[in-house]
């Protein structure tokens, strides 16, 4: 579906309203009939617009509280009607997204009324408002596909163009101009490009088809952006698409693939307050504190206005929190730079067993944000499922004693972790160049070379790999020699199970 | 005449063809039991795994106790349970370890070990004593203080070693009292029993350091030495003046073990001690202590009468830090008795290839060290 029912627009506002006045109220431990009912309305409505529009997402999402909606069971939950809100929220804004955004700017809309519901009817998003001191920030917030200016015997809207060719990242935005026939400004308007000056009085179906003809054209353009404008990160198709590679990749060869998706907090008060072309820069520089946090081989990109989806290959779960805790204080300079109060919610998903597609991870990943930002913003939360499912860890055993080896491998096997098993040291160099081992429990003796040596090989090849010693060897100088080597823990045989639980789970979790 | 050699040819016939079936019957059933025993072990192993892993969590119930109770009535099946399971017992520390110990015992397993300590077969009773030591209960005590009294020495040292591994204090001292009476064991032997002990040793130390049996209390002390069980060394040091030799070496032996400067003058009166063992055992402890204190009268030990006091004197002095000097000392002079001691210590130590790299170090002393020492090992005249 390329373009959403104007029932469906109208009725995804009224929900973006509710959802911030029901979402105060709920955090302020406040319940409102009022709002309750409102709920339960719009809800409704929606049911049936979505019903209508094949947007079958939401019709399913509300179709699973339809008794508590039409009051079959007596009380109804706040928590539950706004989860669901925020859901069907965020599958609209996924769908609305597609919307192509018309801004036209005049001091005589009356002349642009039947231009305005042609393109309406069509599924476009009109927003007509006269030039006054916001419009650029307005155009900065909206990012139209294109701008209509209506010219005035003064010349404010020629003005107004030079205002917009001047500014970065919006003069690339295609305009047309209306106005009187005056052919040295026709000319002017034409030679500073703008796409096309239709003079009065208008013919409002030229207007109309030429402005969808503009746009189509725009549209195939903007699919072939490779970086967002304003940021210097990959722009949400071209970043999409790299991320999707990878995650079929990374599911092919079971490797690590974690979504981190981050979202400004309180974005709109800072464009208030310092205006949108700040709140630009600020947004810039907040990505550039990311990628300086992020290793080259991590991808990010952005998501929609103010959310940047990270992807994340080389880090744990727990290092990405830590990773995200030091971006925080990194932000405190920028903060102090703008004299803003500059911080995020993020949301994680990783990829295991349960995610089949990268639309899936996409979609824990904003649930986790959405949990967030409506329970305490400026925090990182992890999914559920990513925490249940956890990605697989791989240990590689290597004892001489084959009993110890399967002892250990059922064990661990057991707890949910891939376990190889080696007699053999040399053996084992070889599993761990073909496997991706998390960590290598090994004994001091073991044919084939020294405990130590394959310590040390281990370390040379794969750095990341954690290393237990599980020897009888118990002499200080054995633990001393193999912790030098590059061994993380040493436990000493005989030993407790959950001593070594406990040791694993703090080396690889 | 020739009907005797025909009688002789049939029976000797017999006897072979009786021969070669009892050989293939073995073979036959040695390679029946090995497939049986594979096969039980596929289905067994992966069972008791799982068993193990599960009363880690919980109590195992009764159904589950049953199935390897009617499992380990058979013999093969028994041993796989009981290896196994010993194999954990032996493998884990910490609550699992006494859950184990409480699964070979509500099994039956202990039971059947204990009874076969009654059978006339030394051998198997020695094995079954072993067992019961792997497995660690306290209920076979006191079937395994009675097998003590048997003459066979692997069955005395098996049946106190278990003892040792159960770690139960009263029934181990109880077995040393009964060995006081016959013993037989090495010296040797019994610390390494003493050692093994899986109960409190210091306490265990406390008690039997006095005992009556002069032997068994220096096996003690011995044994307190290799655990460095500091708390006891003032307890242990009085033995160094003890009337009894075998005491008297025990103690030095232990003070120099746990390394305790405090008895360092007791020590250095040991040197003076008219037993060339006592004076013997003194240098060495000496020189574990590592302390410069004893330098002075190690170097004049150099001198002793007996070439073991000489040799660990000198093996001390180059342990003790400002040994080195002591060495430059002694082979500037002209004891030459001294001087082949030190060198055959030097040599014999390994020390010799720290010095061999002072030939270029900046240190001037250190050099002359090296050329004094190589000179010498060299039977050159310096």
Avoid at chain 1, 245 to 255: D, M, V
Avoid at chain 1, 346 to 358: P, R
Avoid at chain 1, 451 to 463: A, L, Q, Y
Avoid at chain 2, 7 to 18: E, N, P, R, T, V
């Amino acid at each position: 579906m390329n373009y959403a029912s104007k029932e469906l627009y109208d009725t995804y506002k009224k929900l973006t309203n509710l959802i911030t006045k029901y979402d105060e109220n709920l955090n302020l431990g406040m319940r409102d009939e009022n709002f309750s009912h409102m709920a339960g309305i719009l809800l409704k409505d929606l049911h049936s617009a979505s019903y209508k529009t094949g947007m079958m997402e939401v019709w399913m999402e509300i179709d699973k509280i339809q008794e508590l909606i039409n009051g079959e069971e007596g009380y109804m939950d706040d928590k539950i009607l706004l989860e669901c809100l925020i859901r069907c929220k965020s599958f609209i804004e996924r769908n609305l997204t597609k919307r192509s955004k018309v801004y036209i700017c005049s001091r005589n809309m009356d002349e642009f009324k039947d231009v305005i519901r042609s393109l309406e009817l069509e599924g476009f998003d009109v927003i007509a408002r006269e030039d006054d001191e916001d419009t650029i920030d307005r155009i900065y917030t909206l990012l139209p596909e294109i701008i209509v200016i209506d010219n005035d015997s003064n010349n404010n809207g020629l003005t107004l163009f030079n205002a917009i060719r001047e500014d970065g990242p919006i003069a690339s935005i295609p305009v047309v101009f209306t106005g009187y026939k005056n052919e040295e400004t026709k000319i002017e308007i034409l030679l500073l490009g703008a796409l096309d000056y239709l003079e009065k009085p208008l013919v409002a179906m030229e207007l109309f088809i030429k402005l969808k003809n503009f746009m189509e054209i725009s549209k195939n353009l903007s699919r072939n952006t490779v970086y967002d404008i304003k940021t210097g990160v990959y722009s949400r198709k071209h970043g999409r698409e790299i991320a999707k590679k990878q995650f079929e990749l990374a599911k092919k060869n079971k490797t690590r693939f974690t979504m981190l998706l981050v979202d400004i907090d309180k974005m709109t008060e800072i464009n208030i307050k310092l205006g949108k072309s700040k709140g630009n820069d600020v947004i810039r520089d907040f990505v550039e504190v990311f990628k300086e946090q992020i290793s080259n081989t991590n991808l990010i990109y952005r998501y929609s206005g103010d959310k940047f989806a990270v992807i994340i290959f080389d880090l744990e779960v727990k290092d990405i929190i830590v990773l995200t805790r030091e971006v925080k204080q990194r932000l405190v300079d920028v903060s102090t730079k703008y004299g803003v109060d500059l911080g995020f919610t993020g949301g994680i998903a990783i990829l295991n067993d349960e995610v089949n597609a990268y639309e899936d991870l996409i979609m824990l990943a904003e649930e986790s944000l959405n949990k967030g930002k409506h329970s305490q913003r400026g925090e990182v939360y992890i999914h559920s499922s990513s925490l249940e499912g956890k990605q697989k860890k791989n240990i590689l055993i290597v004892d001489e004693d084959p009993i110890i080896l399967s002892i250990l491998s059922s064990r661990y096997s057991n707890k949910g972790y891939g376990v190889l098993t080696s007699q053999n040291g040399l053996e084992a160099l070889g599993l761990l160049d073909e496997n991706n081992i998390d960590l290598i429990i090994t004994d001091l003796i073991v044919p084939g070379i020294t405990g130590n040596e394959i310590i040390k090989r281990i370390k040379d090849k794969k750095p990341s790999v954690r290393i237990l010693i599980l020897s009888s060897q118990r002499g200080e100088n054995y633990i001393d020699l193999a912790l030098k080597s590059g061994g993380d823990e040493y436990v000493v045989k005989p030993f407790s199970p959950v001593e070594l639980d406990l040791r694993i789970q703090r080396l690889i979790g | 005449m020739e009907k005797y050699i025909y009688y002789s040819i049939i029976l000797f016939s017999a006897f072979i063809i009786l021969l070669y079936i009892y050989l293939l019957y073995e073979k036959v059933m040695g390679i029946y039991n090995l497939n049986r025993r594979k096969k039980y072990e596929s289905e067994l192993i992966p069972y008791i795994d799982w068993i193990i892993s599960e009363i880690e969590k919980r109590e195992i119930t009764q159904e589950e106790l049953d199935k390897l109770r009617i499992d380990i009535r058979d013999r093969i099946k028994r041993e796989l349970v009981r290896d196994r399971i010993i194999y954990y017992i032996q493998s884990f520390t910490g609550d699992i370890r006494r859950k184990l110990i409480g699964l070979s015992e509500d099994t039956g397993l202990v039971d059947y070990e204990i009874k076969k300590l009654d059978e006339r077969d030394d051998f198997k009773v020695a094995l079954s004593c072993r067992k019961l030591g792997e497995m660690r209960s306290r209920t076979s005590c006191s079937a395994l203080l009675k097998a003590l009294y048997r003459n066979q020495l692997d069955i005395k040292y098996h049946s106190l070693m278990a003892l040792s591994k159960i770690g139960d204090m009263d029934s181990f001292m109880e077995g040393f009292d009964v060995l006081s009476k016959t013993a037989v064991l090495s010296e040797r032997s019994l610390i390494e029993i003493v050692d093994t002990f899986q109960g409190d040793k210091h306490e265990l130390y406390k008690r039997m350091i006095n005992h009556d049996n002069s032997f068994i209390s220096s096996v003690f002390i011995k044994s307190a030495g290799n655990f460095v069980d500091g708390k006891i060394s003032e307890e242990i040091s009085k033995f160094i003046m003890d009337d009894d030799k075998n005491k008297k070496i025990a103690a030095i032996k232990s003070i120099g073990q746990i390394g305790d400067i405090r008895f360092i003058d007791k020590l250095i009166q040991s040197l003076e001690d008219e037993s060339w063992e006592v004076r013997a055992v003194a240098a060495k402890s000496l020189g574990k202590l590592q302390d410069s204190r004893a330098l002075d009268v190690l170097k004049r030990k150099l001198s002793d009468r007996e070439w073991w006091v000489r040799y660990n004197s000198a093996w001390s002095i180059i342990r003790i830090p400002g040994g080195v000097e002591v060495v430059e000392d002694i082979l500037s002079q002209e004891d030459k008795f001294a001087k082949d001691i030190l060198i055959s210590a030097v040599e014999n130590s390994g020390i010799i290839n720290e010095i061999y790299t002072y030939e270029s170090s900046i240190d001037l002393e250190k050099r002359r060290i090296y050329k004094l020492i190589t000179e010498y090992a060299n039977g050159r005249e310096i």
